[in-house]
């Protein structure tokens, strides 16, 4: 059995595989254990390697220890230390690509086809392009959903913290369902005339992949994807394995 670990700047993704198939799936906040609880659910498990994608080093670092108690055995593969993901990266600064980015675009290749974007949900969104050669050529960063309603909230004297969930309507009728309106059915449009301007770029139709912790929330608002996988970055990093 296979542990994948995506480790973001919101929370901590786990997935158990045998062979292609997603046994167990886990969730918890990001920094807020040292022992990250699933590793007692999964510490009895015949887990025979782990693999690690992360985009915060402090938290890595606890997790590695975290590892170590539970399976003093197996050494963690960890994406841009100890391993690559085996994808060509025309990136200007290549080593400035999120390992999460390159694992999601090896991903797509191999589960979607190519050309390919990828538009990741999380605390930032990204977009990010695969070329009909199969190389990975860049994209876009933007704030997540909930990071940019927390910046109403911080950046104005009235507005207040919303958690981010669906509004009830196009047209909000207070201030909690007018924030959430802007935010949501604002990303879904911004989200399909991005794609649509990406895909005018390419040779042929790209596949468009959805995936991040917002994407089952932002999915039914956009009409661009051909497919969405909530655990896109796990599959890529059992892929790799």
């Given at each position: 059995m296979i542990l994948t670990i995506d480790i973001g700047n919101t929370s901590i993704t786990a997935g158990l595989f045998k062979g292609s198939r997603l046994l167990k799936r886990f969730s918890t906040p990001t920094l807020r254990h040292k022992f990250p609880p699933f590793l007692f659910f999964v510490a009895k498990d015949p887990v025979t390697a782990v693999i690690i994608a992360s985009v915060v080093p402090r938290a890595a670092d606890n997790m590695i220890k975290s590892l170590k108690s539970a399976f003093p055995r197996i050494k963690p593969v960890v994406l841009g230390e100890n391993a690559r993901v085996p994808i060509k990266n025309l990136y200007k600064f290549p080593k400035q690509v999120g390992?999460?980015?390159?694992?999601?675009?090896?991903?797509?290749?191999?589960?979607y086809g190519y050309p390919a974007v990828v538009v990741d949900f999380g605390t930032a969104i990204t977009f990010d392009v695969i070329s009909a050669r199969k190389e990975y050529k860049g994209g876009l960063i933007l704030p997540g959903l909930q990071t940019s309603l927390d910046a109403l909230s911080e950046k104005t004297a009235?507005?207040?913290?919303?958690?981010?969930?669906?509004?009830?309507?196009?047209v909000g009728r207070d201030t909690k369902n007018s924030m959430l309106s802007g935010i949501i059915y604002g990303y879904a449009s911004m989200t399909d005339c991005l794609t649509k301007k990406l895909a005018h770029k390419s040779t042929k139709r790209p596949a468009i992949i959805g995936t991040g912790g917002h994407i089952n929330l932002i999915a039914p608002y956009c009409t661009c994807f051909t497919a969405i996988d909530p655990d896109l970055t796990l599959k890529g990093l059992n892929l790799l394995s």
């Open positions: 390992q999460d980015r390159l694992i999601n675009a090896y991903a797509a290749v191999n589960l009235l507005l207040p913290k919303v958690s981010v969930t669906k509004p009830a309507s196009l």
